[in-house]
């Protein structure tokens, strides 16, 4: 049986070690992976001279590459972990959809994705710059938004997303503010899965960028430091007993069971709910 947190050992060696035979552990689950599909697109050049139009670098253009983001990522690294998922989305018909669509491993099934007419995909395109033997960096970003999700879109998800969960054990709902995830799409998922007592058999996690207060009674959330500022109108920085305090106002608001933080570093852990108290937690710190 997977436990349920792995603490920090003695050192990174240990530590790594647990998890990867924590990972190991793991049989081959069913997940269903609902939400904002983005293509990240990266645009590699050599750097060739300063402009004389104006102070910036002239690429030789070199190589162009698609990858998925968004809902996609968290399917992709599902697939990466032994795993298989079931993809739910929005996806353009345009080029860099059919891109998007044939950088997905086998193990990503595409069945649930919803191809609207005149629906471009949403991108985020990265220009970066280096050589062979130089590091590339990136010299810009450009973000292209899809269109607004029109009802009629919304709808045709749900359906698909109530038959993608039927025999799944986990769901994964990804909402990057685009329209397309809301309260009542999420609603319509946990009516399709099994009950154990009051909550869903199955677990829900949730990473929300910009509206996690408005979602109650999943298992977990994925909020960054900034969103748990941003939400909280609080600086968390170095201070443990905000960051502790941050998590159980978001625990308690939410009523969900548990909470990862994130925010690229080490040092933060996770507030999780225990099962006697869901307004009592506790920090791991790695």
Known sequence: MIPASVHPGPGDHELLDRLTRLIGSFRKPRIAV??????????????DRVSREAPV????????????????????????????????????????????????????????????????????????????????????RIDRAGPPVTRAMRDRVVEAAVAAVAGCDAVIVSDYGT???????????????????????????????YALLKYRGLTIAAPNESEVEHLLGVTVGDHLPTLERAGRELLRRTRMSGMPGDSGEPRYGAVRARAADAASSHLRFG
């Not at 609902?34 to 750097?47: P, Q, S, T």
């Open 179 to 209: 329209g397309l995830v809301t309260p009542a799409l999420v609603a319509a998922v946990k009516r399709r899965l099994p009950r154990r007592g009051r909550r869903p058999a199955a677990p829900i996690l949730l990473d929300s960028r």
């Open 57 to 140: 670098l002239i690429l030789n253009y070199d190589s162009t590459e698609v990858t998925p983001g968004g809902a996609g990522n968290a399917a992709q690294n599902v697939a990466a972990l032994g795993g298989r998922a079931r993809l739910v989305g929005l996806l353009g018909a345009d080029e860099i959809g059919r891109r998007l669509a044939r950088s997905f491993s086998r193990q990503v099934v595409r069945g649930g994705l919803v191809k609207p007419a005149g629906y471009h995909t949403p991108t985020k395109t990265r220009i970066l710059a280096g050589g062979v033997h130089s590091a590339r960096q990136q010299v810009v």
């Open 34 to 47: 609902i939400g904002d599909l983005i293509a990240d697109e990266f645009i590699y050049g050599g750097i």
